[in-house]
């Protein structure tokens, strides 16, 4: 008997070193890929156990849990943290479903066992946390990779800008000098028109250039936003009536004033209504909110258009991006509404669903002035 108890405990101390080496091989071959190290694991460690055809494995890490495939079927189970000091990833458990070989035991797990998965317990946290750090790493690098081409493109479009300034302001001085000469005949007269319109629109994109590498300065003063969203809609609503758009107002008559440049947050705001309505080739409601919430102010913009797939709506607000035909937009318009907003610490939250439109939520902190 002794001998058979000999043989039971050294069969399963060689399961236990068996179930430790190949975790550490597994976390060496894969390089830190968390995802995979999970799987692989609640594949190994029901092996280690005294009854591995009954064993289940369960982890959470990070709020999420990954199970093998009966775990909710156990009636007993052991479990432990996985932590690093004083940070904690989540929990591992080992569970056995019912069986007749082991229903008569108040708990079917040898003290091996459940040092076993202390032992398990505090490799997998080192792993997590390796592959963490890896993580970490690989987001900040690809933030500052972003950051460097913001950078570029923000300084490449201010000398663009620059240089496009005075020619244009010549262009547009002599065509209206010209206009104003008279002795100019009909066709004279509409092509003169053609490249004033054409000045004035190019001139817009300068400006857009020229807030999004934020070579305009700010102006900031206590404005009313309701009093921007009004103004602004007087000019645009009555453009788009014939084209079977309705903009409806919800503005909250208690808002509190923001310190905000008001010509900015104009800009934000047609910016906003312009991508709306190009969400409405067949016409739809544009509706405009404004509201306090909490020490902020929320400005909407919700429309009932077409929406944006998931992989449009992730790059929204990259410059120069668009999804309109050449020639029909300068992808600008949400890269600076990003730039100012991002500029007055405020915040944009943006959700759409295919066939039922978008809504761009802009959260704008209340600053008070100190007198």
């Known amino acids: 008997m002794k001998e058979n108890s000999t043989e039971f405990q050294l ?66 189970d052991i479990s432990t943290p996985l932590t690093v000091g004083e940070r904690k990833y989540g929990t591992i458990k080992i569970g056995y479903r019912e069986s007749g070989d082991i229903a008569s035991k108040a708990s079917p797990f040898l003290q091996e066992e459940r040092n076993l998965i202390r032992i398990v317990g505090r490799e997998l946290s080192l792993f997590i946390r390796r592959a963490s750090v890896e993580e970490d790493k690989q987001k900040l690098k690809a933030q500052l990779q972003h950051a460097e081409r913001l950078a570029f493109v923000g300084e490449l479009s201010a000398g663009i800008a620059h240089e496009l300034n005075e020619p244009l302001g ?4 002599f065509s209206q000098l010209l206009k104003k000469g008279g002795e100019l005949n009909f066709q004279q007269e509409e092509d003169i028109e053609r490249i004033i319109k054409a000045s004035l629109y190019t001139r817009e994109i300068i400006k857009k250039l020229m807030i999004f590498s934020r070579q305009m300065p700010q102006q900031i003063v206590p404005v009313n936003l309701n009093t921007i969203v009004s103004s602004t809609l007087y000019f645009i609503d009555v453009r788009f009536q014939s084209q079977g758009i309705n903009i409806v107002e919800r503005l909250d008559p ?68 668009t999804t309109k035909p050449v020639g029909q937009g300068t992808g600008l318009g949400l890269s600076v509404v990003q730039g100012i907003i991002d500029s007055h610490d405020g915040s944009i939250q943006v959700t759409s669903t295919r066939g039922k439109g978008s809504k761009f939520e802009i959260r704008l902190p209340i600053k008070h002035v100190q007198s």
């Open 11 to 76: 069969r399963e101390r060689v399961k236990e070193l068996n179930c430790l080496y190949e975790l550490s091989k597994i976390a060496w071959e894969e390089e830190n890929d968390l995802k995979a190290i999970i799987a692989k694991s609640l594949v190994i460690l029901p092996k280690a156990m005294q009854y591995p055809d009954l064993a289940e494995v369960s982890m959470t890490i990070h709020k999420k849990q990954y199970s093998t495939p009966h775990f909710s079927d156990c009636k007993w």
């Open 254 to 321: 208690n808002l509190p004033l923001i310190q905000a440049d008001s010509v900015q947050m104009s800009q934000v705001l047609v910016n906003l209504i312009t991508n709306a309505i190009h969400a409405l080739p067949e016409g739809g409601q544009v509706t405009v909110s404004t509201r306090q919430k909490d020490n902020a102010v929320i400005l909407a913009v919700k429309d009932t258009g077409t929406g944006m797939p998931p992989s449009v709506r992730k790059k929204i607000f990259e410059p120069f991006f």
């Open 170 to 173: 010549k262009i547009l001085g």
